[in-house]
T-cell receptor, first 113, second 111 residues
Framework: DGGITQSPKYLFRKEGQNVTLSCEQN?????MYWYRQDPGQGLRLIYY???????QKGDIAEGYSVSREKKESFPLTVTSAQKNPTAFYLC????????????FGQGTRLTVV | GEDVEQSLFLSVREGDSSVINCTYT??????LYWYKQEPGAGLQLLTY?????DMKQDQRLTVLLNKKDKHLSLRIADTQTGDSAIYFC???????????FGAGTRLFVKA
């Protein structure tokens, strides 16, 4: 079955540590996205990538980094520079320009302890 | 800048119609969307409307777009307990690469 997979579902991190969230899709989509979701707020865009080996900052990129070495994969690293990293992180993909639907993963809930 | 606003909660009785409202600020959007999120899960696209349309109907769902007032609504007919979820309004720009989401409306359906 085609889809987009995020792992792990739950992640705990100690303060000061970097952590990488995985996102893989087998939909052959060019575009991939990372969003952060906090209670009572809409999704906020962290980074997006329109094509392999290229990515752009979204609205809240500080303290995060990404890579897009393969079309299928778009991992997100939450660095120690991110001051408030506890949140629900959603990865999505779409066909790309002109696409009408973003397909979302099931999300990763990151908790800093 | 771009902004999308929704009320945070809506409660309806099973079998009634639900109407979830959304306002947006940027009229240059290409598509407007309604997504559904169930607890602990990702978002699922329910329906979308192109910005030059006024209405779209899909089974129990009716989307109305008032471009003059920058108002989008989602009507769910014969609301069921399985419709309980958070509903996000969103609009996209830049050929679809940039999407702005509202904060989501939590729909409670009472049996």
């Amino acid at each position: 079955d085609g889809g987009i997979t995020q792992s792990p579902k739950y992640l705990f991190r100690k303060e000061g540590q970097n952590v990488t969230l995985s996102c893989e899709q087998n939909l052959n989509h060019d575009a991939m996205y990372w969003y952060r979701q906090d209670p009572g707020q809409g999704l906020r865009l962290i980074y997006y990538s329109q094509i392999v080996n290229d990515f752009q900052k979204g609205d809240i990129a500080e303290g995060y980094s990404v890579s897009r070495e393969k079309k299928e994969s778009f991992p997100l690293t939450v660095t120690s520079a991110q001051k408030n990293p506890t949140a629900f992180y959603l990865c999505a993909s779409s066909i790309g320009e002109g696409g009408t639907e973003a397909f979302f993963g099931q999300g990763t809930r990151l908790t800093v302890v | 800048g771009e902004d999308v606003e929704q009320s945070l909660f809506l409660s309806v009785r099973e079998g009634d119609s639900s109407v979830i409202n959304c306002t947006y600020t940027d009229s240059s959007s290409t598509y407007l969307y309604w997504y559904k999120q169930e607890p602990g899960a990702g978002l699922q696209l329910l329906t979308y409307i192109f910005s030059n349309m006024d209405m779209k109907q899909d089974q129990r769902l009716t989307v109305l777009l008032n471009k003059k007032d920058k108002h989008l609504s989602l009507r769910i007919a014969d609301t069921q307990t399985g419709d309980s979820a958070i509903y996000f309004c969103a609009e996209s720009f830049d050929g679809g690469f940039k999407t702005i989401f509202g904060a989501g409306t939590r729909l409670f359906v009472k049996a």
